[in-house]
């Protein structure tokens, strides 16, 4: 069977197409509070759909705050950061 | 101590004892931006260590806009903070704090926080407790991230209620 090569820009396009998450870590400094605020800033969620994430990283030690694109992923990881939560990229399995 | 907002503009912060007033001082100071675990708490990994190349680039590309937003948002703090408590002035002290600085004393308050929680090791634990002053470093940090955590919840009460 013949080997079909990709070209270097195909397996990148591949590669940033697959889903991924943002994930959020629990961190026992962050205010609940603050942790509701950040997810309502950075992403736009309700205050009820920030405040269940927010519970499952305080009950559960991680939510998946978001799953899309890599590029996106990475700019709401950098905001995440920038508002000093533990944030971090995982590919969707 | 009490914190109420005065007008449109401002919030303002009655009644800050000489000791209160010294941990508002240390808002921006006790930022270790140096120590390594203060560095590794503020800048964390974005890949939980599982991909070297693009943490070396996220370190190239992105902590130094992190790094220049920390030190804005402390910039402002000392701005307001200039001139506190102000001259030979007797207890209590009052500080005005415009509201649209508001977001950035929210901001400096969670890097002084993780800033002491990293600098000397404390867990969840040590949070729960109540704080016993023996006088020591670790109990002194113990009772400026209580403090700041209740400014915190303050000001981000007076945010949500301003939005």
């Known amino acids: 069977m013949a080997e079909i090569l990709l070209e270097p820009e195909t397996r990148i396009d ?3 197409a697959t889903p991924w998450n943002v994930v959020v870590h629990n961190d026992p400094i962050n205010l609940m509070t603050y942790v509701t605020r950040v997810f309502q800033k950075v992403f736009g969620y309700s205050r009820e759909r920030a405040e269940k994430h927010m519970l499952e990283v305080h009950n559960e030690g991680r939510s ?9 992923a990475e700019v709401y990881v950098q905001h995440l950061h920038g508002h000093l939560l533990l944030a971090t990229l995982e590919k969707t399995q | 101590m009490y914190i109420h907002r005065l007008d449109s503009d401002c919030l303002v912060i009655h009644g800050i004892s000489e000791f209160l007033g010294e941990l508002l001082l240390q808002v921006t100071r006790c930022v270790d931006t140096g120590h390594p675990a ?14 070297p190349e693009w ?4 370190r190239e590309y992105v902590q130094p806009d992190l790094r220049q937003m920390f030190q804005t948002s402390r910039e402002v703090v000392d701005a307001d903070l200039e001139g506190f408590p102000g001259g030979p002035s007797v207890e209590p002290f009052t500080l005005r704090i415009p509201l649209d600085h508001l977001e950035a004393w929210v ?3 969670n890097q002084a926080r993780l800033s002491l929680a990293a600098r000397h090791g404390f867990e969840e634990r040590d949070l729960e407790g109540g704080v016993s002053f023996e006088g020591d470093a670790r109990d002194l940090a113990l009772t400026q991230i209580h403090f700041y955590g209740i400014l915190q919840e303050s000001f981000l009460q007076h945010l949500e209620s301003a939005s």
């Open chain 1, 14 to 16: 591949e590669a940033t």
């Open chain 1, 64 to 72: 998946v705050v978001w799953s899309g694109a890599r590029e996106t």
């Open chain 2, 38 to 51: 203060v560095e590794k708490r503020m800048l964390s990994s974005p890949t939980a260590g599982l991909d």
């Open chain 2, 55 to 58: 943490e070396a680039d996220w």
């Open chain 2, 107 to 109: 901001h400096s308050l």
